[in-house]
Nanobody, 123 residues
Framework: QVQLVESGGGLVQAGGSLTLSCADS????????MAWFRQAPGKKRELVGR????????NYGDSVKDRFTILRDNAKNTVILQMNSLKPEDTAVYYC????????????????WGQGTQVTVSS
């Protein structure tokens, strides 16, 4: 069984920074990418960004580009989301996810999800 556990959420003022961490436990598994998603109340889940597990390549959503950074520690099976210059619209529950499937169109299938951690940015 695989478990992803996020930590580091909380309340921060606009312009501030916060770092989220996601560690997996349980059985070892191969993954293509690790990703961070977020979902705000009444909104669809949004991909924040992802990192290639083998090459460390990253992609970010337009709304967080140049403000958020994703890092990984393969040895510790941990992925980090560094969030800077936070805005009230970044308020959401943040989830990490692991993709063990890659489809023919290049998209990924995320099999494992964390329970989520709340990030609230006050204005």
């Amino acid at each position: 069984q695989v478990q992803l556990v996020e930590s580091g959420g909380g309340l921060v003022q606009a312009g501030g920074s916060l770092t989220l961490s996601c560690a997996d436990s349980g059985r070892t598994f191969n993954r293509y990418v690790m990703a961070w998603f977020r979902q705000a109340p009444g909104k669809k889940r949004e991909l924040v960004g992802r990192i290639g597990w083998s090459d460390g390549g990253t992609n970010y959503g337009d709304s967080v580009k140049d403000r958020f950074t994703i890092l990984r520690d393969n040895a510790k099976n941990t992925v980090i989301l560094q969030m800077n210059s936070l805005k009230p619209e970044d308020t959401a529950v943040y989830y990490c996810a692991a993709a063990t499937i890659r489809y023919g169109n290049g998209e990924y299938g995320y099999d494992y999800w964390g329970q989520g951690t709340q990030v609230t940015v006050s204005s």
